[in-house]
């Protein structure tokens, strides 16, 4: 783990007003915190470089999409081991429906955040992708009946007053 950036108010500001909206221009980011845009350009630079500012995306609907079903699903692996924990990394890295994967303490080894167009579709994920797999001893999915929050904005500390 590295050590958290020095941030002051401005850059604060910054960050609140990208992960509302992150297509401002630097004008209008400028405007919203009160900076030049010039001023304001040299900090969402700096704030890109030292890689608090991972990117820029669009987010989409999934259901528009045909993607109806999330699944948090739990999985242990066969043994423990480098080589094993590497291959089953290599395999979720390679799905496409695996929108995050988590290396857990507790009862699992991992845990992986999946959406399929349907339960057939997840069916096929589990059973004929990750259960035959020689890393994955069991897998245990719970599917999600309704979402009361999600992507949500990091949660900035406050900068100083006079920012």
């Known amino acids: 783990m590295t050590d958290p950036l020095t941030l ?9 007003a990208l992960q509302e909206d992150g ?5 209008e980011l400028a405007e919203r915190v009160h900076l030049s845009a010039s001023q304001c350009s040299r900090r969402r630079l700096r ?14 609907a999934p259901e528009p999409l045909g993607l109806a079903v999330t699944v948090f ?4 692996l066969a043994t423990h081991n480098r080589d094993n924990a590497r291959r089953f990394a290599e395999l979720v ?6 929108l995050e994967a988590h290396v857990m303490t507790g009862d699992s080894d991992y845990l992986l955040k999946l959406i399929v167009p349907d339960l057939k579709a997840l069916s096929a994920v589990i059973n004929d ?3 035959p797999h020689e890393s994955v001893a069991h897998v245990h999915s719970a ?3 309704d979402t009361l929050k ?3 904005a990091l949660p900035l500390p406050r900068g100083p007053s006079s920012a």
């Open 23 to 27: 297509r401002l221009g630097n004008q």
């Open 47 to 60: 704030l890109e470089e030292r890689g608090v500012v991972r990117g820029y995306r669009a987010e989409l």
């Open 73 to 76: 699903t739990k999985v242990a």
């Open 143 to 145: 599917v999600v009946l």
């Open 150 to 152: 999600e992507a949500a």
């Open 93 to 98: 890295r390679g799905l496409d429906c695996v």
């Open 8 to 16: 002051d108010g401005f850059d604060l500001k910054i960050l609140a």
């Open 129 to 131: 992708v990750l259960l």
